[in-house]
């Protein structure tokens, strides 16, 4: 399995196998897959693509990247209340990647296909003489007009998000840098935020009817919930109080005060921030219970009221907080 | 427009335009795009990426490239007999890449956007710190069933290309190094073919219930009549002075005999190769008449007889041909 096959076998021999059974992708031996959905069904596209140096660290575990990959994109199909259901992927990766890392990667993809039920439709591996770029195109099934938009959120709805905000934030300098004198068990558990996401797709199915805006947390809470205000045009004011944070967060902001910003701000946390009526939280919180994921309320939308529409923090007493406006890869 | 905006203002300034319009792209400010198709329709997906340096060389202007890019997903959508419909696009570019690349990009993308009839569904811009790797993943629409797929050739079926083969590969040489001696419209011709392939979606929608294998040019005419062989179990018998060559690469053939291998090896040319019985022959050339394409029978299927399935190119005395097996991008 050492060295590097051409692109051709790289496909028949890596690629095929995560098409296996899957009808619309015509074993990859055609141009392209076919997909043929019933009537009363849409199709829920999304795309996304992670560089290396940019989205990830050079030497990182490829089985770890490949989940990464589908995970986020996956998130995204959570975040419109789409059933995971089939893939593409590009692979523009370097001379110097040989088989055994593409063997690992494909392997990553081979155990989250069957832990989220999804299978390859096509794919093509190009040769680049740059770093890796993994692109891929994510398809999900959602009964006809039951998507969650960013655009539906309404002034008195409650704010709300799942699980807790900031994991992935803090896991990436764990990551990255390590932090001194943060207990094992809390590095391991931040680490693993931020490199293998949980996508919210139980709770983003049972969102369609209950809530009126969603959006995946990628570019941080209030990044994100900054993007359904303008699609909405609306404003929100989020309580950092009320901002769930997890007790490796919390001992990490023990260590030192100022990676609670950095919580706040969060960013590749892959939980879900949405929007919904007063009245509709209770249901939410029960649908949220059988999926055995937290969600809280952390704030309000309000009406724009002739500013830009927009996404604010205010601190327990009153003030509106700096520097946790939204993320940026490093 | 000198400079380089962030990736968001990427997505707004560059990007939204491209989706204006088009109802399933919810004007990308969703975590993704929406498809509903009739009950009778599929939804056909390829995907294809152009690396810089590998797919193509730096400095070729951005307008081109983004045609190109499209075209050859669209020469997909053809070779299965889908109408094109939408696409998604990935951009990995590195920061030296300013927005007036960008725009030229896009320029070139809302050309032919408006020549084919189709619209931006959901797009990345992500940066890089390695050359532009520019991703796309295209969609068509097909009647349930009426795809042509590879892998319906039959023994005693015609094989048949359409166009003219070689160009691209002759037009690669040209755009490259130049062809001393080669006149003026002749070189611009066979660089035009190599830049600017014409994707033959008319010829493509008129093959279903007519050819039984369809694919597109793409790795040389017996590089793709190859993958149709593999996927048919059959065989493939091309007579080298059938295949059809323009006068410009009639020309350089002229000037150097070598230059005929290399044309019928052929590469790049994103014409159709397909199969289909005797007695539907001359209803696919009224059906290509209609599209202004010329089509060519260039040989015939037969039995695999035992070996592996293969195309085969016999020269004039009928002796098989060497040297004209497939097409390495440079």
Redesign the interface.
């Known amino acids: 399995m050492a060295g590097r096959s051409s692109e051709f076998d790289r496909i028949d021999s890596f690629l095929k196998p995560l098409a296996a059974g899957f009808q619309g992708a015509?074993g990859l031996?055609?141009?392209?897959?076919?997909?043929?959905?019933?009537?009363s069904?849409?199709?829920?596209?999304?795309?996304?693509?992670?560089?290396e140096?940019?989205?990830y660290l050079a030497g990182e575990p490829p089985e770890r990247l490949a989940r990464k990959l589908l995970r986020v994109n996956l998130s995204?199909?959570a975040?419109?209340g789409?059933a995971p259901y089939c893939y593409?992927?590009?692979l523009?990766l370097p001379p110097a990647v040989e088989d055994d890392w593409l063997a690992a990667f494909v392997s990553g993809l081979a155990n989250d296909q069957a832990a989220f039920g999804v299978h390859l439709?096509?794919?093509?591996s190009?040769?680049?003489?740059?770093?890796p770029?993994l692109?891929m195109?994510a398809?999900?099934r959602?009964d006809?007009g039951r998507?969650v938009?960013?655009?539906g959120a309404q002034p008195s709805d409650a704010v709300l998000v799942s699980g807790t905000v900031g994991d992935g934030a803090l896991g990436l300098q764990v990551a990255r840098d390590g932090v001194p004198g943060l207990d094992n068990a809390h590095s391991r558990f931040l680490a693993g935020r931020y490199h293998q996401p949980d996508p919210r797709i139980c709770l983003g199915r049972a969102l369609p009817g209950l809530a009126t805006a969603a959006?995946?947390l990628s570019d941080g809470l209030m990044g994100d919930l900054g993007?359904i205000c303008?699609?909405s045009g609306v404003s929100a004011v989020v309580d950092a109080d009320r901002v769930p944070l997890s007790a490796a967060a919390l001992s990490m902001i023990a260590l030192e005060p100022r990676w609670r910003k950095v919580a706040l701000a969060g960013g590749d946390d892959y939980e879900l921030v949405f929007t919904a009526p007063r009245d509709a939280v209770a249901a939410i919180r029960a649908a949220a219970a059988e999926c055995a994921v937290q969600v809280t309320v952390v704030g309000r939308i309000v009406e724009a009221e002739g500013r830009s529409p927009e996404a604010r923090m205010v601190d327990a007493d009153g003030t509106i907080m700096n520097g946790v406006a939204g993320w940026q890869?490093f």
Chains 1, 2 share one sequence.
């Not at 031996?29 to 009537?39: E, F, N, Q, R, W």
């Not at 439709?121 to 093509?124: K, N």
Request: aromatic residues 2%; charged residues 15%; negative net charge.
């Open positions: 015509l031996v055609d141009d392209a897959g076919v997909l043929t959905l019933p009537a069904e849409s199709l829920v596209v999304t795309t996304d693509a992670m560089v140096g940019v989205h995204d199909l975040a419109m789409a593409t992927l590009t523009a439709l096509g794919g093509d190009v040769s680049t003489p740059g770093p770029v692109s195109t398809f999900g959602v006809n998507m938009l960013r655009s959006a995946d993007h303008r699609a890869h």
